[in-house]
C-alpha cells in the first residue's frame, strides 16, 4: 500500500535531522558525523540536486579551485554554473550560489568521487577562465591571482587554455597571461598566440576599477591596480 507525499514528509520531518530535503521531493540521508551541521557537505549534495532537477551543471569558480588545490582559503559559498537558473539555498552549513552559464554541459570537466557517487567539476583550464572572467565571483583580483598561480602551480595546461580561449572573452585570457607572467615562470606562448588576434583595445586588469593606468603592451592589459597574490 503506497503512502500519500505529505505523508512521507511527516515521517521524515520527524526522524530527528536523519534526513535532510535540500530541494522539493528530494530527502538525502544526513551520516551520523553530520547530524550538527544539518546536511552532507555540499560537495555531497550537489550531484543528487541537480541529478533530481534535471539540469546540467559543474562545481566552479572558487569551489573547483579548492578541488583542484588551488584555494589558499576555504570558499564562503558553494559555487555552481547551472545550464538554467536555480534558486541560491543554505543546505545545513552549504551556502549554495547558482550563476545561469550557456556554456555548461559543452566545457570540459572532471568527475570527483563522493559519498553519493560523483560530483562534476569545471577542469583546471575552466577554472582559471572562469576565475578570470568573472573575478567579482572569485573574490577579488588578489583572489583570482592567487587561484592562477595556484592552477598553474598544480599543473594547469596552457594549450588547453588557448584552446578554450574563443569561448571566453579576450579579457579573461589577457589577465591569465599578465598573472602568470608577473608571479611564475611558465612559456606563456600558447596564451600570446591566442590573444594575438584579439581586439586592440586594451582590457582593464580589474574590471571592478577605471581603466586607468599603464598598459603591458606584451599583454594588452591595463594595469588598474597592484595585485597582491598569496603564495
Avoid at 582593464?204 to 594588452?220: F, K, V
Wanted: aromatic share 6%.
Amino acid at each position: 500500500m503506497g503512502i500519500r507525499p505529505e505523508l512521507v514528509r511527516v515521517r521524515l520531518h520527524s526522524r530527528r535531522g536523519e534526513f535532510v530535503s535540500p530541494v522539493r521531493g528530494l530527502w538525502v540521508p544526513v551520516p551520523a558525523e553530520y547530524r550538527l551541521w544539518g546536511a552532507p557537505e555540499g560537495i555531497d549534495l550537489i550531484d543528487l540536486m541537480m541529478r533530481h532537477l534535471d539540469v546540467e551543471y559543474y562545481v566552479g569558480w572558487l569551489s573547483a579551485a579548492a578541488v583542484h588545490g588551488a584555494a589558499h582559503h576555504a570558499p564562503q559559498t558553494f559555487q555552481v554554473a547551472t545550464g538554467r537558473p536555480v534558486a541560491d539555498r543554505i543546505v545545513g552549513r552549504t551556502d549554495f550560489r547558482f550563476v545561469t552559464r550557456s556554456a555548461v554541459g559543452t566545457l570540459p570537466t572532471i568527475s570527483r568521487p563522493t559519498r553519493s557517487g560523483r560530483a562534476v567539476i569545471s577542469s583546471p583550464e575552466v577554472t582559471a577562465l572562469d576565475v578570470a572572467t568573472d573575478v567579482a565571483l572569485a573574490g577579488g583580483i588578489d583572489n583570482a591571482a592567487t587561484v592562477i598561480v595556484g592552477l598553474a602551480e598544480e599543473g594547469l595546461e596552457l594549450s588547453i587554455v588557448a584552446e578554450l580561449s574563443s569561448r571566453f572573452p579576450t579579457a579573461s585570457v589577457r589577465r591569465i597571461g599578465w598573472i602568470l607572467d608577473s608571479f611564475g615562470d611558465h612559456d606563456l606562448s600558447p596564451l600570446l598566440d591566442a590573444v594575438r588576434d584579439g581586439t586592440v583595445t586594451p582590457s582593464a586588469l580589474d574590471p571592478a576599477r577605471p581603466p586607468r593606468g599603464a598598459t603591458d603592451r606584451n599583454w594588452l592589459v591595463r594595469v588598474n591596480t597592484d595585485v597582491d597574490a598569496e603564495f
